[in-house]
């Protein structure tokens, strides 16, 4: 199995700050990457799929790059509503996630 | 609007099994551009991947392997539902567990249910 390593565990920011996340892969994913953004006592809302598409529906402040190994997830400004916990997932071969990056205050 | 509505026992017991059922509106089943898949959350294992089936001419199911001589996902067409069974539980299944869908086994999740909690204890 692929296995994701998310950093940091937790994250401290403010409003209006630019805020990036990493998630590295123990193998080649190419970009089968999806990001997810979860709230306390919700389920996971997709964010972004294939490392770098934003679904429809999603703010334009959140931007997803990488490929192979190694990616990323930036919030260019974060607002009241981003504080949330973000999983990675791949969909190389079968699915697994990281262990995700809260993003408190 | 696609909604996916979770329903069934929120404790099982040791030994038994675990049992859900997915409702699914405003979209099929048996739709040729979806697949339907089961995951849980646990504060020990975080997100799970355990299973999904998706209708091509044929149904096709695709296990997880650490719960794959357990598991068992059924589609029902006609209630448009499709169900979880996961048999001798123990405390290490105690979970959230949701529904998703797959769009077009594209391997990301778009649409989700709500999540229930389900507690395995005597």
């Known amino acids: 199995d692929v296995q994701l390593t998310q950093s940091p565990s937790t994250l401290s920011a403010s409003i209006g700050d630019r805020v990036t996340m990493t998630c590295r892969a123990s193998h080649n994913i190419l970009t089968w990457v999806a990001w997810y953004q979860q709230k306390p006592g919700k389920a996971p809302k997709l964010l972004i799929y294939?490392?770098?598409t934003l679904q429809v529906g999603v703010p334009s402040r959140f931007t997803g790059s990488g490929s192979e190994t190694e990616f990323t997830l930036t919030i260019s400004s974060l607002q009241p509503d981003d504080f949330a916990t973000y999983y990675c997932?791949?969909?190389?071969?079968?699915?697994?996630f990281g262990q995700g990056t809260k993003v408190e205050i | 609007q696609i909604q996916l509505q979770l329903s069934g026992p929120r404790l099982v017991k040791p030994s038994q099994t675990l049992s859900l059922t997915c409702v699914i509106s405003?979209?099929?089943?048996?739709?040729?551009?979806?697949?339907w898949n089961w995951i849980r959350q646990s504060p020990s294992r975080g997100l799970e991947w355990l299973g999904r089936?998706?209708?091509?001419?044929?149904?096709?199911?695709d296990y997880a392997e650490s719960v794959k001589s357990r598991i068992t996902i059924n589609p029902d067409t006609s209630e448009n539902h499709v169900s979880l069974h996961l048999n001798s539980v123990t405390p290490e299944d105690t979970a959230v567990y949701y529904c998703?869908?797959?769009?077009?086994?594209?391997?990301?999740?778009?649409?989700w249910g709500q999540g229930t909690l389900v507690t395995v204890s005597s």
């Open positions: 405003g979209d099929s089943v048996s739709s040729y551009s979806a697949a």
């Open positions: 089936t998706y209708y091509r001419s044929k149904w096709h199911f």
């Open positions: 997932q791949q969909y190389s071969g079968y699915w697994t």
């Open positions: 294939k490392a770098s």
């Open positions: 998703a869908r797959d769009f077009e086994v594209s391997g990301y999740f778009d649409y």
